[in-house]
């Protein structure tokens, strides 16, 4: 958990409520904001397609635990203001090392625990995702004051203390767990899992108006002190650690992930209508967590229809695959919006690309039916 809250709730995500502090003291622009995004979500692809053929080189565990090392260095140089490529080399690393994590510690938490098990392991230790980014949204404001430097350093040591904590049980007894190559193959549906993937990527440029410049809206836009900006990540994070029991737990269990993934992502757009169709503070505070409920849902099901999809002896490999879309669609979406500030277009702009997102992923979905030899498949995995 402290892994995964290290990785992704400070390393990867550290940046976004630091957004208001970093235009306000003249570190960056507004548009440079949404670069350095790009070249964060670039460094994600980039840790996602190496990951996995580092781990059968020098072993799962040590490549998971220099990637928290590295991340947390990466934390401490950007507290540096030495100009843009300064703090874009250290976000490009964070990425390559935060997604590094975030595919890895699942892998070795779960290493010798029955299968029927798993799912509470892996639930305990996807919410140090959400814990972590409450905890740093909520106590980042009144330490850091108007400081980035001091928020950058608070970060990287919260993200020191969890390394240290973590790091005996970050160990693996083979290179991966290998598991799952004993399951016999059987068929891949690969033009669903494209479609698949499709949706997905289209839905990743969907949530980053909300994940990189909701701060900086209600800062700038809405006229909030850069405290309570900070804060409405915390809002988010719990969304996003509801996200996944609410829609892949409940509500998948009583409609079929079918239709819960067409849900997620009605949810996803609510939240954007609620920041474009209104000035509300509050609703754009509340916004933030049903984006987070509707990310980390669509997420989860993703998952499990990729499971379904590829069977078992299939699902790493396409899960990496999606991994990578992932992370192209968001540095796609973050270059857009950050060009869309740079010619004056303004932040709304970008909320309403994500909307269009939104529309375009439900349309994907609708497509993406279950084979009928699979319905039965896929209701013994929800089982």
């Not at 990867?12 to 548009?31: D, F, K, N, Q």
């Not at 020098?58 to 934390?75: E, K, N, P, T």
Request: hydrophobic letters at 55%; aromatic letters at 12%; a positive charge.
């Amino acid at each position: 958990m402290l892994a995964m809250l290290s990785c992704i709730g400070l390393i990867r995500y550290a940046y976004s409520p630091l957004v208001p502090a970093l235009i306000t003291e003249h570190w960056l622009t507004g548009s440079q904001v949404g670069y350095i995004g790009t070249i964060n979500f670039i460094g994600s692809l980039l840790g996602a397609i190496t990951t996995m053929w580092l781990a059968r080189i020098f072993g799962s565990g040590w490549v998971c635990r220099i990637s928290l090392l590295v991340g947390f260095i990466s934390l401490v140089l950007c507290a540096f203001d030495l100009g843009f490529i300064w703090i874009a080399i250290w976000r490009f690393i964070a990425g390559v090392t935060a997604v590094s994590g975030m595919i890895l510690a699942p892998t070795l938490v779960t290493q010798g625990i029955p299968s029927n098990a798993r799912g509470r392991v892996l639930g305990f230790t996807f919410a140090g995702a959400g814990i972590g980014i409450v905890l740093l949204s909520l106590t980042l404001p009144p330490v850091m004051g108007h400081e980035a430097v001091r928020g950058w350093l608070y970060t990287a040591s919260l993200a020191l203390i969890c390394l240290v904590v973590a790091w005996p049980g970050l160990k693996s007894r083979d290179a991966l767990d290998l598991e799952l190559t004993d399951v016999p193959a059987r068929k891949i549906y690969r033009k669903k899992l494209i479609l698949l993937a499709l949706g997905y990527f289209i839905a990743a440029a969907a949530i980053v108006p909300h994940s990189l410049y909701l701060a900086a809206y209600i800062h700038i836009e809405l006229h909030r002190p850069i405290g309570i900006s900070m804060m409405i990540y915390a809002i988010f994070g719990i969304g996003i650690l509801l996200g996944g029991t609410l829609l892949d737990g409940l509500l998948a269990e009583w409609i079929g992930h079918y239709a819960a993934m067409l849900v997620a992502m009605a949810i996803g757009l609510v939240a954007i209508l609620m920041v474009v169709l209104s000035e509300s503070f509050w609703l754009a505070a509340i916004s933030g967590f049903v984006l987070g409920v509707s990310q980390m849902g669509f997420a989860s099901i993703a998952t499990h229809r990729v499971l379904v999809f590829a069977g078992p002896a299939g699902h790493v490999r396409w899960w990496g695959i999606h991994a990578i879309v992932f992370n192209t669609g968001m540095a796609a979406a973050s270059f857009a919006m950050g060009y869309m500030i740079s010619i004056g277009w303004g932040y709304k702009a970008g909320f309403w690309m994500g909307g269009v997102c939104f529309v375009l992923s439900i349309l994907v979905n609708a497509f993406i039916t279950a084979p009928s030899e699979l319905r039965e498949s896929e209701r013994q995995i929800e089982h």
